[in-house]
């Protein structure tokens, strides 16, 4: 039965359109992984913490083979897929995907989509949506929702949002969910640039920035953007 809600955006280009590179982080699902924020997102989520990340303009335009090259390079774990929405741009970053995939590397890719959406979009033919599904070994799905704030589980903003394992390279990730604690990252550089990765309450952050003697960023920046 269709739940009547949006459909993921076929792709525009054969190019990703990249919002932000992190080549490490701890704070975007299991292990040392790098993380990947896609330009665009025609979910708009209430409450969003990245909305300089909903325009398809802007975001630097990378070949599938180029993009995984680089994170390849890193050496982490394995690659996160956030946003934005990954998969407003799916048949470029299943390429992405299967790159690394095919290293032996994990694929973790967040989405606003629900679980439903994506399995109606597959039903009725969408191939790429098919492609990043398949290439991804966990999916966290559904949009943020501000009135169900989640601040236990990790990685996830709101309480609908589902992991769904799509393949058995994390056979005890959804135990493991149950009992690891949600973390923050923060980084600062050698200019003082403040980087903020993983999702916390906006008083949270402030008390925790100012014990450090910094601001807050401008605009708070979430790594896992509630949903995507
Ligand atoms: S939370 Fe994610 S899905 Fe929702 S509007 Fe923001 S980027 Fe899009």
Redesign the pocket.
Known sequence: MSDGGPRPLPSASGLVSVARFLASTRAEGPGERTAVWVQG?T???AG????H??TFRGGEGLAPDDLAARILHTGTDGLTLL???PFDQAAALAEVATAVRRAGRSVMT???YTSEQLREAVAEGREDVAALLGETDLLVAG??LRDRIDTVRPWV?SANQEFIALSDRFPHLLDDVRREHDRIEISVDASGQIAVNGWAELELLDELLSSLGRNPPARPPRGA????
Not at 48 to 51: D, E, K, T, V
Not at 225 to 228: E, F, G, Q, V
Request: aromatic share 18%; proline share 13%.
């Open positions: 997102c979910i708009r989520c969003c913490f990245n909305p990340m909903w946003g934005g929405e967040f989405t606003g949009p943020f903003g953007s509630p949903t995507a």
